[in-house]
């Protein structure tokens, strides 16, 4: 079979997927506006809602200081950090520093678009108690960076946990997202972060 049609099976397939993928988050969406969607995990899966640049919301939701953001790092893989507010959030950068930035700076040399928000099955965001002061008291401190073992979610889940044992350490994101379903006893869905909404 000649090469070309090989491509077009495949675009023609992957086309199709996509649309279905896109069809399963708006029938999520419209369960959201209904009061439908799951609040708990369903059959032990924490996040219900992925953050994904292709299947988009019907809802962009504002950050309230203390959120857990993430955004994609060149649509690969995810990078957290902790809403600080007035454009500013705090993460754990590739250096090992912490540090506070804007949303500009958060979302350059990754993706650069959009920003997510851990939320409910009702689009709120989800807060632990004194996140934010441990996150504010973090910024400029320098830890043993490590792409797997001391990355940004084991950053953000020592912020929410207060812990830094070895047993409590996260090192991937869905890992993280069933840690923030155990501690908030909820299903974790992504919504975009509204950014418009940031200048009002």
């Known amino acids: 079979m000649p090469l070309p049609l090989l491509w077009m099976g495949s675009a023609l397939i992957g086309a199709v997927l996509l649309a279905d993928e896109r069809e399963k988050r708006q029938q999520l969406e419209r369960d959201r506006l209904l009061g439908k969607a799951p609040k708990y995990p369903v059959a032990k899966r924490a996040m219900v809602a992925a953050p994904s640049q292709w299947q988009k919301g019907l809802k962009q939701v504002a950050p309230i200081p203390g959120s857990i953001v993430c955004c994609y790092v060149f649509g690969v893989i995810e990078h957290t950090g902790i809403w600080l507010g007035d454009d500013c959030l705090v993460e754990l950068h590739g250096s090992g520093l912490v540090r506070a930035v804007s949303v500009k700076r958060f979302l350059a040399g990754r993706t650069g678009s ?4 851990a939320c409910n099955h009702q689009h709120q965001p989800l807060i632990a108690d004194s996140v934010l002061t441990r996150a504010e008291q973090a910024i400029y401190q320098y830890r043993e960076y490590d792409l797997f073992d001391n990355n940004c979610h084991r950053f953000v889940w020592s912020c929410i946990s207060n812990s830094e044992r ?3 350490a996260v090192k991937g994101f869905n890992e993280l997202n069933q840690k923030l379903a155990e501690h908030f006893n909820q299903a974790i869905y992504w ?8 200048n009002e």
């Open 114 to 117: 959009q920003i997510f928000l």
């Open 191 to 198: 919504d975009e972060m509204s950014i418009s909404k940031l």
């Open 166 to 168: 070895g047993e409590e």
